[in-house]
């Protein structure tokens, strides 16, 4: 990073750039025609940041898309005003502190993907939270009002009047202890609100979620002519241990929203997990953060997954106006993926992943979707 | 700003911070829903800019919308060449200097918007501009020619043979006099060209002006079908007057295009008026270019503004081949508001600010649309 | 460009702009409209380059089009990793190394814009390519694997399964000796690969080439219903010359695509020619690199090009199932331009273009589209 400090300010230029290759040895669309293989560029973030007339700020331009196009978008854009010693208030665009697995850096992901309980929760939001803690951050507290994302979506306008409450408790007693559990943390996070989806085509389709595999393939849409149409709420329990060179982060999802299609409402609730286990054979120390190395160490890391998502059953209920179609939106999808990571040093890293999704339903005929099996490697360099 | 100065050569970033709030105690758009509350990213702008071999630049994109989506746009990219000792060419995309309102920078508004008399100028534009002055500022001028925009656009592409011409004189004889009048200035801004639609759906629709309220909430649009075809000429009488701690900004509008639809030629004339004032009770002086703060100083700004925008009534005149409907599009436009900025010091503002629109027409069954009350919310950084 | 260096590891920031504007003394488009004059954004480079952990990498966004409107994207975003002492791989979205005339920086083009053989070779594509040499320079190498770009087209996503192979090789025998042969360079690019048109609208079409004149207008595109379907080749035999104040660059385009429509299939190959001289009286010496300016120089340049591109007959032959229309698609297009810059400094440049280019077919009844001639003018700067 760049950085430029004087007077207690301090603008700090960084970048974060993440070339991607897929190979699918198996696998096609809902449509029955193969997935793409190819390069992509995943991940292109310049990133402005600092400390500001006693303010933080966060200013990153996304100039990628998530592996099907591209397009420039802003991602981060936030403004850390403090509120006493230990807590501050985020306004502004931001990452949201549901999913635990969303919470860790993309650049420290084990993987080269999130898992499936990660789709269920927001990715970024337009709004203000509260970040605080407590016990020299044994407990940490986040307490936000937002414009409410759909799940996985990452919003940038208001889209309509109902708004999203967010809530996150984490705990960490051991933290500031040197035992066996002080990489210990647990805690859980909540979101409710009311969602009406409105706009013609696009921003309506914005307003919902849709969830994609590991490699970023759609499996599960709802039909065209459903809408959001009243409450929202998630809960995300969550719990995290490293210890040395080895850690484990799991979590469980669910997001249960009320629905409308013509004149029918159904409340539904889908659910998933994520078990993430992390290993660094070369004996480096690993935290929720990433490995942590010094000087111009290298190290290895490997990164196991398994992740599942099951949606309502009551979503593909009901004939010609059921909420999502059997031939085309899978019911339940399971993932299994082993990562390797060779880390070059603090800035470059290469990781080659392998990962297995079994669907059931997702094609014609209410058929089970051909199950997908996809190489991902990465190139990335922090800067 | 982070600036780089070295041999006469300068380069400055900046970065400017807006994300506002904005919540309808009542309004209603023309189909009758709910104006949408929420949170937004209104204006997020890193600056580049500088003096380079003799020539000053300037390039700055623009990382959000205006208030009803997201998007990244280039917003000014231009150089200024020196014309002698006081004036200079700037080539390249750039601000028009018709509104006087517009001309205020977006960071020194009293209000969080701008008022209705600046929606019948163009934004910006492609093209080239001489800025001089004589009596040591006493009196300024601009000479442009330009792409052309429709009013209240930004045109970045070059969309017809038919170019604009630009013109502004401006004076304030006393600038340079300790009086009671120093802080007098009046004048007159014109634009004459010829404007025809071209191209499919969203390029031909962009050729025509949108005016909208306060809140950005689109009040006015011409029917389907209808391009502009030939002359378009504006006229913006206006004047300011600042002293001490208090400020008077006042413009007239007219808007004069000539617009077809199917073999109708009609040319029709909107008028607007914009009437501001400004007031620092905590005594800090203020100018167009906002309140002087020096130091750390905080300063608390009341702004009070009455705006008002009118259609041509021959836009509305005939049957099925009217320019526009009275059921959509409003005849008249009235705007109030009342601002109250705090200025924590130079760098950070927070806004409050509540307006009223009341419309003439615009509704079903040429009913008047509903009164427009919104309350908006800004915190602005500026580095 | 601002240079931030430490320890082996640098930082620059530069930038480029081209402000143009087009007048067309002549001219219209297949639907016999007018061209559009007026001013244009045609590059906006704000350029991220650097060392950095023994890594170069280069991030150029992009903020403007190409002359038709404006948008922001990705242009380049690279890593280059040493690989020995001569070679590096580059890694990412990367200019393709195949038209002599792309390879040429457009900052230093002799005329405003590129000729029409470098219309058939890729502009920008996303993989990895080795650059290598031999002989100190003497031989050079480029051997690459990308998703595969249509003719002219910057590929930013994968789009097919279909990959494409670059290949490379230039020599310049006599570089490091005083010759007369000195400046003389020549070599052969060539792709081959597999091309497949997928998905809806707009990802589909481009997936297919458009051949556009030196004032950026398309002359040539496929009829809709027209996809890839096969192997994709290309070859361009290309040579260099620079002694002194005078340059010549010229390079032969072959491409030859499989293409289906309906359940016709067929394989058309397209050919171009280029030839570009330049000369800067003032007698600075010129490079492929440019005119070589020292100190606070200026210099004048001229450039004179004749290029052309020739259709592939067959795909004009049928009725109605033809894959072109010789009522909308040029047969042929010839063009001829003249340029002249003045190089104020080696950061300013102006630069003021004519260019006529003749076409055969394109016009309604099969008739010859009207020639298009086009004044170009330009306000370069680089920083």
């Given at each position: 990073?760049?950085?430029?400090?004087?007077?207690?300010?301090?603008?700090?230029?960084?970048?974060?750039?993440?070339?991607?290759?897929?190979?699918?040895?198996?696998?096609?669309?809902?449509?029955?025609?193969?997935?793409?293989?190819?390069?992509?560029?995943?991940?292109?973030?310049?990133?402005?940041?600092?400390?500001?007339?006693?303010?933080?700020?966060?200013?990153?331009?996304?100039?990628?898309?998530?592996?099907?196009?591209?397009?420039?978008?802003?991602?981060?854009?936030?403004?850390?005003?403090?509120?006493?010693?230990?807590?501050?208030?985020?306004?502004?665009?931001?990452?949201?502190?549901?999913?635990?697995?969303?919470?860790?850096?993309?650049?420290?992901?084990?993987?080269?993907?999130?898992?499936?309980?990660?789709?269920?929760?927001?990715?970024?939001?337009?709004?203000?939270?509260?970040?605080?803690q407590?016990f020299s951050g044994g407990a940490q507290?986040?307490?936000?009002?937002?414009?409410?994302?759909?799940?996985?979506?990452?919003?940038?306008?208001?889209?309509?009047?109902?708004?999203?409450?967010?809530?996150?408790?984490?705990f960490e007693p051991f933290r500031n202890e040197s035992s066996l559990l002080n990489g210990l943390g647990f805690?859980?996070?909540?979101?409710?609100?009311?969602?009406?989806?409105?706009?013609?085509?696009?921003?309506?389709?914005?307003?919902?979620?849709?969830?994609?595999?590991?490699?970023?393939?759609?499996?599960?849409?709802?039909?065209?002519?459903?809408?959001?149409?009243?409450?929202?709420?998630?809960?995300?329990?969550?719990?995290s241990y490293f210890h040395r060179n080895a850690g484990f982060?799991?979590?469980?999802?669910?997001?249960?929203?009320?629905?409308?299609?013509?004149?029918?409402?159904?409340?539904?609730?889908?659910?998933?997990?994520?078990?993430?286990?992390?290993?660094v054979?070369?004996g480096q120390p690993i935290t929720f953060r990433?490995v942590q190395?010094t000087?111009?160490?290298?190290?290895?890391?490997?990164?196991?997954?398994?992740?599942?998502?099951?949606?309502?059953?009551?979503?593909?209920?009901?004939?010609?106006?059921?909420?999502?179609?059997?031939?085309?939106?899978?019911?339940?999808?399971?993932?299994?993926?082993?990562?390797?990571?060779?880390?070059?040093?603090?800035?470059?890293?290469?990781?080659?992943?392998?990962?297995?999704?079994?669907?059931?339903?997702?094609?014609?005929?209410?058929?089970?979707?051909?199950?997908?099996?996809?190489?991902?490697?990465?190139?990335?360099?922090?800067?």
């Amino acid at each position: 990073a760049l950085v430029d400090a004087e007077r207690g300010n301090e603008l700090r230029f960084s970048a974060m750039v993440q070339l991607d290759s897929r190979l699918f040895l198996e696998g096609e669309t809902a449509t029955g025609s193969k997935l793409e293989d190819g390069f992509l560029l995943r991940r292109i973030r310049p990133t402005l940041s600092g400390q500001f007339a006693g303010l933080g700020f966060r200013i990153a331009p996304e100039l990628s898309g998530n592996g099907t196009g591209a397009n420039v978008a802003l991602l981060d854009a936030f403004v850390d005003i403090p509120t006493g010693r230990t807590g501050f208030l985020r306004v502004g665009k931001q990452k949201s502190a549901i999913s635990l697995d969303r919470l860790r850096v993309a650049t420290a992901l084990p993987l080269v993907e999130r898992g499936l309980a990660n789709e269920l929760a927001p990715n970024r939001d337009l709004g203000l939270a509260w970040y605080g803690q407590a016990f020299s951050g044994g407990a940490q507290f986040v307490l936000g009002l937002f414009n409410g994302a759909a799940d996985g979506r990452d919003v940038a306008l208001r889209d309509d009047g109902g708004k999203e409450v967010h809530a996150r408790v984490f705990f960490e007693p051991f933290r500031n202890e040197s035992s066996l559990l002080n990489g210990l943390g647990f805690g859980v996070s909540a979101t409710a609100g009311r969602k009406r989806s409105e706009g013609p085509g696009a921003a309506a389709s914005a307003s919902l979620p849709r969830y994609r595999s590991a490699a970023q393939e759609e499996f599960f849409a709802y039909s065209s002519g459903v809408v959001a149409d009243g409450h929202h709420r998630r809960l995300f329990p969550q719990l995290s241990y490293f210890h040395r060179n080895a850690g484990f982060v799991a979590e469980l999802g669910v997001s249960e929203q009320v629905l409308q299609r013509e004149s029918q409402t159904r409340r539904l609730r889908h659910t998933a997990y994520d078990v993430t286990l992390s290993w660094v054979p070369t004996g480096q120390p690993i935290t929720f953060r990433g490995v942590q190395l010094t000087g111009s160490e290298s190290a290895l890391e490997l990164g196991l997954r398994a992740s599942g998502l099951r949606i309502d059953p009551r979503a593909f209920e009901g004939g010609l106006t059921r909420f999502a179609s059997p031939d085309v939106a899978a019911r339940r999808a399971q993932n299994l993926g082993l990562g390797l990571s060779w880390h070059v040093n603090r800035q470059v890293k290469w990781s080659l992943d392998v990962n297995r999704t079994r669907y059931q339903g997702g094609a014609p005929g209410g058929a089970d979707r051909q199950t997908e099996d996809v190489v991902m490697g990465r190139f990335q360099l922090v800067y």
